[in-house]
């Protein structure tokens, strides 16, 4: 099953080099201690991002998802389907072989270019844009990047 985490690049890039998710609270009374998510169904409310330049896209490998989760305290490492509002995987979840990034996409031009430099404006020949520098460290970033997730070793837990 497919996971959507909705985050910012820059964590994005921490949780793929560290195989781990990091959440606000690891209690289990805190109905927010855990990884937010989305899957591929319609209908989800996604207003509760706090960055929101890349969907780090994960393979769920574990059991199918609980539905509601009102009681507390959560047990840990189960993935809950709240919907509308949210899916998470309650924390903490180590067993290693259960959520595995599948790989990371930038929502809109836009944030993918806020990152790697904006666009100055100029009609610069295609020759000189598809070998300038800015592009050649864009490319190798991100053959890096995937070089992580694509060799399905990138395999996360949460602490």
Same mark, same amino acid.
């Given at each position: 099953?497919?996971?959507?985490?909705?985050?910012g690049?820059w964590?994005?890039?921490?949780?793929?080099?560290?195989?781990? #998710?990091i959440?606000?609270?690891? $209690?289990a009374?805190?109905?927010?201690?855990?990884?937010?998510?989305?899957d591929?169904?319609?209908? /989800?409310?996604?207003?509760?991002?706090?960055?929101?330049?890349?969907?780090?896209v994960?393979?769920?490998?574990?059991?199918?998802?609980?539905?509601?989760g009102?009681s507390?305290?959560?047990?840990p490492?189960?993935?809950?389907?709240? &919907?509308?509002?949210r899916?998470?995987?309650?924390?903490?979840?180590?067993?290693?072989?259960?959520?595995?990034?599948?790989h990371?996409?930038?929502?809109s031009?836009?944030?993918?270019n &806020?990152?790697?430099?904006?666009?100055?404006?100029?009609?610069?020949?295609?020759?000189?844009?598809? #070998?300038?520098?800015?592009?050649?460290?864009?490319?190798?970033?991100?053959?890096?990047?995937?070089?992580? /997730?694509?060799?399905n070793?990138c395999?996360? $837990?949460?602490?």
């Open positions: 099953m497919q996971l959507f985490h909705h985050t690049l964590q994005a890039i921490s949780i793929i080099k560290s195989a781990r #998710f959440p606000f609270s690891t $209690s009374w805190n109905g927010d201690s855990g990884l937010n998510c989305y591929s169904r319609p209908g /989800y409310r996604h207003n509760q991002h706090e960055a929101d330049e890349v969907i780090l994960f393979e769920w490998m574990g059991a199918p998802p609980q539905r509601g009102n507390l305290p959560y047990p490492g189960v993935l809950f389907d709240m &919907h509308p509002w899916m998470f995987v309650s924390a903490p979840l180590h067993d290693r072989k259960v959520l595995r990034v599948s990371l996409r930038f929502k031009a836009e944030a993918r &806020h990152f790697f430099g904006r666009n100055d404006g100029r009609r610069w020949p295609r020759r000189i844009r598809m #070998f300038s520098g800015a592009r050649r460290r864009r490319l190798e970033f991100l053959k890096g990047l995937r070089a992580v /997730y694509r060799s070793n395999w996360v $837990s949460i602490h």
